[in-house]
């Protein structure tokens, strides 16, 4: 089971509408189901995701080779891609992680439009969670 907070969800379909017609992907990362406002009936020591890195579609080097240069890969335990024209399946073309969100058109929460996968494109049962995560400033 893959747990992702509703606010994820939603902030994630928006860019994909804002990329649109163009291809996005970015890291998505994890925090524990304790440190979550909202999380209680999960165990507190499982994996929400709960937070991206802004994608950077200015940078060549991450258009030609699809590897976000900028965010080292420990921080983040997923990836998110947007398909605008292609189906809810993760492609060879896809940057690869342990959880793979991929999402098509028309950009809402549902199972024709956003799904979680393994690294080997098997779909995975995906859980929207109804929590928060705790408040960042920008010096923590």
Do not use: C
Not at 54 to 61: E, I, K, M, Q, Y
Request: hydrophobic share 40%.
């Amino acid at each position: 089971m893959v747990y992702v907070t509703r606010g994820l969800v939603d902030v994630l379909l928006d860019l994909a509408s804002d990329a649109d017609p163009d291809e996005l992907t970015t890291g998505v990362s994890v925090s524990p189901a304790g440190d979550l406002e909202g999380a209680a009936d999960l165990p507190t020591e499982t994996p929400v995701f709960t937070d991206f890195f802004l994608p950077d579609p200015g940078n060549a080097v991450n258009a030609v080779f699809g590897v976000n240069l900028s965010t080292p890969a420990r921080q983040t335990q997923g990836r998110f891609v947007s398909h605008p024209v292609g189906e809810l399946a993760v492609t060879r073309r896809d940057d690869l992680a342990e959880v793979v969100f991929v999402a098509v058109p028309p950009w809402e929460p549902g199972e024709g439009s956003f799904a979680a996968f393994d690294r080997s494109g098997r779909r995975k049962s995906l859980e929207i969670v109804d929590a928060t995560p705790p408040g960042k400033s920008l010096t923590d």
